[in-house]
């Protein structure tokens, strides 16, 4: 009996109960994608018949092509956070746009419900409905894993303040003033994360008080980028 190449698992004894235990042993409610299961001889085609039948018992729903969950509600449909949490561990994102500032208290007005949802995303993707959400992906600047979560946020929101639905770009910037007085946020990791931007987050910046205007004009690594203090180091 062949194993999965993909994964290495070995299969169980029989391939229905393989497959059907594979997909039991799921969390009810995580999405996962055809290739993490293991099947034997007889390949995909057999596994997909599978899947078929458990579907139409109502054990396992669609999302798209390849890729399923076990269903955690009596309507048999993922919810937006199941789905948002799996695209961002597929694509190794993070939840960004109006939504996430709202969530995070970056901006005091949510987004309406008709808005797509953002992930950022390392590498280009093709936005539209995915599970019958409306999604939105865009270019990932930094990453949470390398900054503090709220401050990659927040130069995002920064980023999107001339652009955000139903909030004025006045009132966008006073809101993301308050945030920085409230976390704290230092200058120096407040410009490490900001070189990632495109220059008009460090023109934002400056506008709210948050930099000094050198740090907008100058070039990085010469000018007011070489003052010892704040210690930069545009690598991290």
Not at 28 to 36: D, H, M, N, S, V
Not at 44 to 67: A, D, H, P, Q
Not at 164 to 193: H, M, N, T
Request: charged share 30%.
């Amino acid at each position: 009996m062949a194993n999965n190449p993909n994964t290495g698992k070995k299969p169980k004894d029989g391939l229905a109960v393989s497959v059907e235990d594979q997909v039991r042993s799921q969390k009810k409610g995580r999405i996962f994608a055809l290739r993490e299961l293991s099947w034997n001889d007889k390949g995909v085609e057999e596994v997909s018949f599978r899947l078929r039948r458990m579907r139409t018992e109502g054990e396992v729903s669609k999302i798209r092509k390849g890729e399923f969950f076990v269903p955690s509600s009596p309507d048999g449909k993922a919810s937006r956070e199941e789905v948002v949490s799996y695209l961002c561990r597929k694509l190794g994102g993070y939840l960004s746009g109006p939504l996430a500032y709202h969530k995070a208290g970056i901006i005091h007005v949510p987004p309406p419900p008709s808005h797509p949802v953002t992930i950022a995303v390392r590498k280009s993707c093709r936005s539209g409905e995915i599970a019958g959400i409306q999604f939105r992906f865009v270019r990932q600047y930094a990453s949470p894993r390398g900054f503090p979560s709220g401050l990659v946020l927040l130069l995002d929101t920064l980023k999107d303040a001339d652009s955000l639905p139903g909030l004025p770009y006045l009132d966008a910037l006073d809101d993301c003033k308050d945030f920085i007085v409230s976390k704290g946020y230092s200058q120096e990791d407040i410009l490490r994360c900001a070189l990632r931007y495109p220059p008009r987050v460090r023109r934002r910046l400056h506008e709210i008080g948050a930099i000094p205007l050198e740090y907008v004009t100058d070039v990085p690594g010469k000018g007011a980028w070489r003052k010892e203090e704040y210690g930069l180091n545009t690598k991290a």
